[in-house]
């Protein structure tokens, strides 16, 4: 976990790739116009009254629209669906606020020059800025919690209902993303490309598009957090294991992804007839069998074996010869010897 967010924090704490996402997911007709060239971090660390720490992932703040109004953009990255989304939103946004006017950035200000009557002359107070929190997910379900503070509430009739919170997120589900992608060169669209597929083989051609969309070698730092995220967020929640000392230059990690490919589809083809194998256990030998039996297969990863387990799955009388026989296959793979005698 800490891994997955020092990766995605890295990532959004380049100017480029939040102005991607603004400019390219969030407003991408610009009706709204913030003024991206604006764009600047805010210190994350946000600190109540009550002294208890809590740090929101990233902050920006961009100019909104021709007036003198400041956006806060407040990103949370997760990899696992957190049914209380809205409520942590909720404390984020009131934790900025008061950390704002704790810095006296919206107290009403008073100017040194009195009036006609020789009393100090108040400024309007600034507004509050807009809070735009976003929600960054990037995990293998699919997101489902509630977006909205309100909705995760009791039902009350009208009188009392405006009295409740209300505090809506934006997710984005980087990986099953569906909508149009912007045209042009955008960072957070060539996140969006690189996180749709799990295929390494895939990868590796978009990583060789990519990189000839982004000569300069001014991108060189942010194309290797990229290469990191890949290494140490992306693959790993598609259980593909590749070292991340390697994935530091583009070439070379197109030529470590082509390897991998190969390992990657032979990995397929085993779950698949694996999972053959477990239901066809299930409906001879029972589930617990079944799920016992899948603890298993899922280190195997040469198909053959995994043909070779169907085929015992006929041959043997009882669950716990199966599971006998598929124990000694798991060892004798670890071991780096062939399939043990039938």
Known sequence: ?????????????????????????????????????????????????????????????????????????????????????????????????????????????????????????????????????????????RWWAKEDVAELCGPLGERLAPYQPSQRYLVLDVGRYTGPLPGGRNWMAELVRLARTPDPERVAAELREMSARWPESEYDSLLEAVLTWLGQVHFPIHRIRIDVPELVDVREAITVLQHVAIDWSAKLRAEG????????????????????????????????????????????????????????LCESSANGEGAPPS
């Open 1 to 141: 976990m800490a891994k997955h967010d020092a990766a995605w924090k890295r990532l959004f704490s380049y100017p480029d790739m939040v102005r991607g996402l603004l400019a390219g997911f969030v407003l991408p007709e610009r009706t709204e116009k913030p003024h991206l060239a604006t764009l600047e971090p805010v210190p994350a660390n946000l600190v109540s009254d009550t002294l208890r720490e809590r740090v929101e992932d990233r902050v920006w703040r961009v100019r909104y629209r021709d007036r003198r109004l400041d956006l806060m953009v407040c990103l949370e990255f997760q990899s696992t669906v957190d049914r209380t989304m809205a409520v942590r939103v909720l404390e984020y946004s009131t934790l900025l606020y008061q950390e704002l006017l704790r810095n006296r950035e919206l107290r009403q200000a008073v100017q040194a020059e009195p009036d006609g009557k020789g009393r100090p002359r108040r400024v309007k107070p600034n507004p509050l800025p807009p809070v735009l929190p976003i929600v960054l997910y990037h995990g293998r379900r």
């Open 273 to 328: 007839q694996a999972e053959v194998v477990r239901r066809q256990a299930a409906r001879k030998f029972g589930a617990e069998t079944a799920e016992r039996l899948a603890e298993r297969l899922a280190e195997i990863t040469d198909p053959k074996r995994a043909v070779e387990v169907g085929e015992w799955l006929l041959e043997c009388e009882s669950g716990e010869e199966l599971l006998d026989r598929v124990e000694g």
